[in-house]
């Protein structure tokens, strides 16, 4: 029995932001140093230290932004220790993430031609936790002044005349926890405070995101909204935030000390994975229901800017570098979390993967001891799906029931879709989350027809594939024919434990 679908094609839906497809760089392990940068006097391709096989890769998602420099580190980051010549620059200790030795090599302007590189927009989040409103304010004032002023001077003097366009500015990270072990309370009045100091100058705007809560603390969420500004105008007051974030990690468990290796895993163990994974759904919900109650317009924005998968570090790596490998599962987290993110496009405005090159869910995995690196399984659902910014998001009715498992005292929806159009162009997205049953769909596309369909699949032999260097395809996506038109009617065969997408012209 097929699973009949009905996507409304000529009917309006929320705008997918293209931010939804945003990463996370933080100073953790080889995401920063040994990942993107690499240094000048590198054997390894770069430009100015950056690495180039790495942004070229990276160029190919369309990233539309990157949140640096943390995380955890952010609220221990002092900006001015990464300006100036870099023999100068004070050495630190990342006292989060494995006690090593920070020389604040890669700073302000390394991160800033990073994203032109990546033709990124930076995502900046300041230090709440340990720095002071002086220091934020004029981090700001640093990097988007224009003309004279003692940031811009200082600036210019650095290198670079013109200021950057800076919009997205974190005002903390986990103020629940790594950030400052405050309560909500606190952190509103404090996120106030702070945000009043971070200025818009000339033509730059200021998108201010309060540290919001983890995961389903909702209570969180409640607290920082009552806070947020005058609700009643228009436009958020400038002097507070315009978005609150939220994290949620994919977590198997059984506790955290044991989240499971990323590959080696048994059947039982993937379902919990997707279990633990389709809570996104709720989790959002959740805020969003809290948020609906003090702004029904939905002029704030609900940013995830950290979510993905958290296993166990591999074996013999520093257990604080959280290296891990990424698998068809990793890709299957990734895939049902955008058609989540799809879904919820009218109130999430921003979501950031954790974390880019070589620490948890990331895209990239670069060998420590070669130049090789590998493309992961997420990085191709990421490239799969990069048709989906700035589309608008249509509606996935369903006339039959969606096939499902039960996991423990859970159940699972073991298929999951999304559909978006942009211009006359409509990408289709179907991931089928049974390990070992395929799946067949029949998708009405009412208010339109499709002629040739281009259709992609990522899937392998067994769950657990993943890519190395020597076999670094071993999960890489393939023309996929199973795929159907006829008139008005989308028909696929989805293989057991894949992702498909079909995109063409209406
Ligand atoms: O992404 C790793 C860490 O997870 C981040 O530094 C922190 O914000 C979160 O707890």
Redesign the pocket.
Known sequence: MAIEAVINVDLGGPRINRHLYGH?A?H?GRCVYGGFYVGEDSGIPNERGLRLDVVEALRELHIPNLRWP?????DEYHWRDGIGPRDRRPVMVNT??GGVEENNHFGTHEFMALCEMLGAEPYIAGNVGSGTVREMSEWVEYLTRDGDSPMARLRKANGREEPWPVRFWGLG??AW???GNMTAEHYAQEARRYGTYCRDYGGNTLYKIAAGANSADYAWTETLMKQVGHLGCRHVSSTAYHALSV?Y?TVTGPTWEQKGSATAFDTGEYYRTMVSAARIEEILAGHEAVMDCYDPGRSVGLVLD?WGT?FDVEPGTNPGF?YQQNTLRDALVASTHFDVFHRHADRLVMANI??TVN??QAMILTDPDSDAMVLTPTYHVFHMNRGHQDATSLRVDFRTALPSRAVGEATLTTVSMSASRKDSRLLVSLSNLDADEGAEVEIELRGGALGTVDAVILTSGTLPDHNTPESPSAVAPRPYDGVTVAGGTLRAHLPAHSFVTVSGVL
């Open positions: 996370f933080e953790l943390g995380g955890c580190f952010a989060h993430w990270n986990e926890g790594c950030g994290h990690y950290e958290w959280l954790a974390q620490v948890l």
